[in-house]
């Protein structure tokens, strides 16, 4: 991607994060340890580059490469955009735990940040507050519970419709019935197989051991 | 070898030619005449894009707390205020400009800001700046070197005060690399005059600022330029298609 746009693109993210670190003294706090370390992130599709540079207070997102912005990173993160964005979306232990993702360098660090990142309770409404004002906040806060809501149902009711017309309509899936009885019946099958062929090996050897008898006393 | 020129020698003002003597008088008037409004008159040229490319400039300056940098023709004052949030209440910015109108707005303004602890204001000809050899870690002339008479002269001498291993950021418009986003610009520059006249009541300095621009070097020729002045690793950005480019270039470390 272009440099320049990209640098466009990463405006609004870095204002909002300053603005979280100038306003909340807890979240700098965590994030001072971290002062003069950067990483950088490679995303493989879409093709695009982020450098973070933590400083005193305040971060920096960059489009520029690190060696542009005479920075030796202290680790880099390479992946697809949807793993990247998991790294800081998902919760709990595991995102970092990813095969879609590699990461060279300082890897504790990674980690270390993302569970810092991770571990805060933001509320983004009041950070946009003094932005947007306190009616426009409270009327975004608004549509998007709704738009998650509504966004909740909808899946809810898509997967059931297409469930039901995939199997009642069009019979070309099985009910989750039918599966679990086709699924025994090969459990079954493949214990009778196994006990079939313990029984084949144990009358080959015996049938072995009796040739070779014969062998010996002819 | 001298590149000194001689008196009698011309040189490019807008369109016209004019004495080499005459240039800095010119252009000294443009500047006089704008000052006060030269910034409303940047967001209405550029709608406002140009706060944009000065953050991608400051961006590529890859300044650090503590650095001491150089904001040459820096009139306003608009890369001072940026420069001087990176680099620190430890660092130093000087604001420098050849033209008393534009500084007296930039440093009203950097008043205003509260922002002097850390940015000196001085009035310099950048064809040979008043400061020690190896002062500044960085130096940028955004929009200025096109205004300068002799701008080999103006190159050398960043050079020779740029520190060892320091950048030089060279942001000024270019040459558009699309032909039609070039023929567009050029039918929509034509209108920076009649703006010009309808908010600095000068159309004429704005008719020069149009020229200048089309009188300026493109790219290649910019980044051959600090090459001879002696800088290394040199690169451009185009910026918006050419209409803007940032030339990069490092002065040599000693052991290199």
């Known amino acids: 991607m272009n440099q320049f746009l990209g640098s466009l693109l990463l405006i609004p993210a870095e204002q909002m994060l300053n603005h979280l670190l100038a306003n909340d003294d807890y ?27 933590v400083l005193e207070g305040r971060v920096r997102l960059s489009s520029l490469d690190a060696d542009q912005l005479d920075l030796l990173p202290d680790a880099s993160i390479t992946g697809d955009a949807g793993a990247l964005l998991g790294l800081l979306t998902d919760s709990g232990s595991k995102p970092l735990a990813n095969t879609a993702i590699e990461i060279t360098g300082d890897a504790l660090l990674v980690q270390d940040l993302f569970t810092t990142v991770r571990g805060l309770d933001l509320d983004w409404l009041d950070y946009l507050s003094p932005f947007l004002g306190e009616i426009l906040t409270h009327e975004l806060g608004q549509a998007s519970v709704q738009a998650r809501q509504w966004s909740a149902q909808a899946r809810e009711n898509l997967g059931r419709n297409v469930d039901a017309y995939l199997k009642e309509e069009l019979q070309l899936l099985p ?34 051991k009796s040739l070779k008898n014969q062998h010996l006393s002819s | ?27 000294g008037q443009v500047f006089r005449s704008v000052a006060q409004r ?59 400009d050849i033209n008393e109108a534009m500084l007296r707005v930039g440093r009203d303004r950097i008043i205003d800001k509260g922002l002097t602890k850390n940015i000196a204001i001085a009035q ?39 520190k060892p291993g320091g950048r030089a950021l060279v942001l000024e418009f270019s040459k558009p690399t699309n032909d039609l986003l070039g023929k567009a610009y050029d039918v929509y520059s034509q209108l920076w005059p009649v703006a010009g006249k309808l908010i600095t009541g000068d159309a004429d300095s704005y008719r020069y600022l149009v020229e200048s621009i089309r009188m300026h070097p493109d790219q290649q020729t910019l980044l051959e330029m600090m090459e001879t002045a002696g800088f290394e690793k040199c690169k451009y950005h185009n910026v918006m298609s050419g209409i803007c480019a940032i030339h990069v270039g490092f002065k040599p470390q000693p052991n290199e």
């Not at chain 2, 020129?5 to 003002?13: L, Q």
């Open chain 1, 27 to 53: 979240l700098a706090a965590r994030l001072r340890r971290f002062s003069g370390k950067s990483i950088c992130l490679h995303s493989r599709k879409p093709t695009s580059r982020i450098t973070l540079h």
């Open chain 1, 175 to 208: 009910d989750r019935e039918r599966m679990r009885h086709f699924s025994n019946q090969l459990d079954h099958l493949r214990l009778r197989l196994d006990r079939l062929r313990a029984r084949t090996e144990l009358l080959q050897s015996r049938l072995d």
């Open chain 2, 1 to 27: 070898m001298s590149n000194t020129p001689g008196k009698n020698d011309t040189t490019h003002f807008g369109y016209e030619e004019v004495p080499i003597a005459e240039k800095e008088q010119r252009v």
């Open chain 2, 38 to 96: 030269y910034d409303i008159m940047n967001d209405v040229m550029s709608l406002g894009t140009h706060r944009l490319i000065k953050r991608f400039t400051v961006e590529m300056s890859a300044l650090r707390p503590g650095q001491k940098v150089l904001d040459l023709a820096g009139g306003t004052g608009d890369f001072s205020l940026r420069f001087a949030t990176e680099v620190g209440d430890s660092g130093q910015v000087v604001l420098a």
């Open chain 2, 124 to 162: 310099v000809n950048a064809e040979c700046l008043p400061f020690p050899d190896d002062t500044f870690d960085c130096i940028c002339i955004a929009y200025g070197l096109r205004n300068v008479t002799d701008k080999d002269a103006a190159l050398r001498s960043m050079q020779r005060v740029l």
